[in-house]
């Protein structure tokens, strides 16, 4: 089952997030991390505010994730472009930081198959 593309941005949110809390995100994580957290901001600031500090919060991941799904086409696919930017970044450093690759390599492959053509 292939989830939706606000669970999937969600999710790499969420990801990029505990690599840097806990300090294991470089430079490019981080400034990858800092854009695609603007562009949800844009539309779901407090929501994202809460996200940030627990984002293994189903019940805030799902609400997150029902706001970008709401969005226009135009700014899903800006996301997904952000989201996969970010994926790609985490998994540059994901050996070093600790992160799960196999879970980096199905985020990459939802976001390829859920971006708006």
């Given at each position: 089952?292939?989830?939706?593309?606000?669970?999937?941005?969600?999710?790499?949110?969420?990801?990029?997030?505990?690599?840097?809390?806990?300090?294991?995100?470089?430079?490019a994580v981080i400034d990858g991390y800092d854009a695609l957290k603007s562009g949800l901001s844009?539309?779901?600031?407090?929501?994202?505010?809460?996200?940030?500090?627990?984002?293994?919060?189903?019940?805030?991941?799902?609400?997150?994730?029902?706001?970008?799904?709401?969005?226009?086409?135009?700014?899903?696919?800006?996301?997904?472009?952000?989201?996969?930017?970010?994926?790609?970044?985490?998994?540059?450093?994901?050996?070093?930081?600790?992160?799960?690759?196999?879970?980096?390599?199905?985020?990459?492959?939802?976001?390829?198959?859920?971006?708006?053509?």
């Open positions: 089952m292939v989830d939706s593309i606000g669970a999937v941005v969600v999710g790499t949110f969420g990801i990029a997030a505990e690599a840097a809390a806990k300090g294991a995100a470089d430079a844009a539309f779901a600031k407090r929501e994202i505010a809460e996200l940030e500090p627990r984002p293994r919060s189903i019940g805030m991941q799902i609400a997150v994730a029902e706001i970008i799904d709401a969005q226009s086409e135009e700014t899903k696919t800006a996301l997904c472009v952000l989201a996969a930017t970010l994926v790609a970044r985490l998994r540059d450093g994901a050996p070093a930081a600790g992160l799960d690759i196999d879970r980096l390599a199905a985020l990459e492959a939802q976001l390829s198959a859920l971006a708006p053509k």
